[in-house]
């Protein structure tokens, strides 16, 4: 039996009346699916990097599509934009069908695009649709960060430097570097990543940030990873014409130190030659090869003459361990180079427990120092005794400074 819509007066089916309690082009007009906050959207795109933004939006932050291709764009800032900002829409379905496209070529500063939105109910055994038209309006311009490089725009540099030439340099330069990418692409400087530019200069590597409080946070962060000496400056570069305050720009000498695990430096107290075990800014965690004992001493207390052995270019002997005399306290050692014997103290430190085994040391003013066997064990203790790993420390660690302004890799960071 048919009933009568009590809007239109249009003849409805039982059914129809039942669900909409009016026909359903009435509960359509009355209920729609969705509506629009306005039917059209101005976006800005960057030719370079196809970031896009909203020109509506007050704080014009620009956004990294998933995909760069002009079409994706669009799309990523009509669900950005329109969709995502429609009362109820995470229970509906919507999808996009462009009804006109300009060309590429086509003149006119901003283009006109214009496509159909439709919505579908989700999980509704009749699903009710709707459409709306939308006209999207594009521009192309240069994003912030693509501007910010094209000119070299900067306010801190962190120039790497290697404080003495080792084989182990280059590649902890590198790390370095790549450490310093990751803590900028975790923060950005005005809705853009802070890095305008990596340039390779004699010695080391420059690189400028736009933002003065990233500069200072990379540099804290490369202080407790890194054994380095640090030396903070500024340029005077110009004076602001709004408040007449100078602006400077603030350089982070950073240069790495020439201290490594498996080195051997003189302690400078005692003058006995120790293995270095582990090595921050703050502190350097040695290990006696005339005691065994674990010592720690400030990076500044040693120089580039403190060294008496380098662990990725010098030589260490190796002996065989022939018999152990541990009534005497003592080893019989043969030399598998020259296969002379000689006689050393059996100190626990050293980790010899039985013969037939081999030993590595080197010679250094007429003495033999012996290198322990497991020097991992001995680092374990300073972990568990110190608290603390490469991470840790965050002394002043002050060291000389690394480096000119604009890379020129001379002796000190731009005045």
Known sequence: MNRFCPICSKTVSLDEIKRYKTCKACYDKEHPLFTLGKGSLAIQICPTCMRYRS????????????VKAY???????????IVARIPGHEKLDFFIDFKHEP????????????????????DEAEPREATAMVQLLYSVGTCNECA??????????????????????DAMIEQMRHDVELLAAQTH?????????????????????????????????????????IKESFKLVGVDKGTGADLTRQFYGIRLLPFFPGDVLLLPRSGEPCLVLKTTSAMIHLLSLASGKVEHAKPEAFTEESIVFRSETDQLSQFQVVSLDEADGTMNLMDLATYEERVEALRPWLGVEADGGTITGFHFADSLYLIPLAPGDVDAHVDASCGGGPDDGGGDGDGDGAGDEEGSGADGPGE
């Not at 910010?148 to 404080?163: D, E, F, P, T, W």
Request: with cysteine; proline share 3%.
């Open 189 to 229: 400087f005005h809705g853009t990543a802070p890095v305008t530019s990596i340039e390779r200069v004699p010695g080391g590597v420059d690189i400028k940030l736009a933002s003065k409080k990233l500069g200072k946070v990379v540099a804290g962060q490369l202080r407790k990873k890194y054994c380095v000496g």
């Open 103 to 122: 060309g590429v070529l086509d003149s006119g500063r901003k283009k006109v695009v214009w496509l159909e939105l439709a919505g579908r109910e989700r």
């Open 71 to 81: 079409k994706e764009v669009w799309i990523q800032a009509i669900y950005q934009f």
């Open 55 to 66: 020109i509506d939006e007050e704080d014009k932050a620009w956004n990294v599509p998933a």
């Open 148 to 169: 910010q490089k094209r000119v070299g725009y900067h306010n801190s540099v962190i120039q790497l430097r290697a404080g003495m030439k080792r084989a182990k340099s």
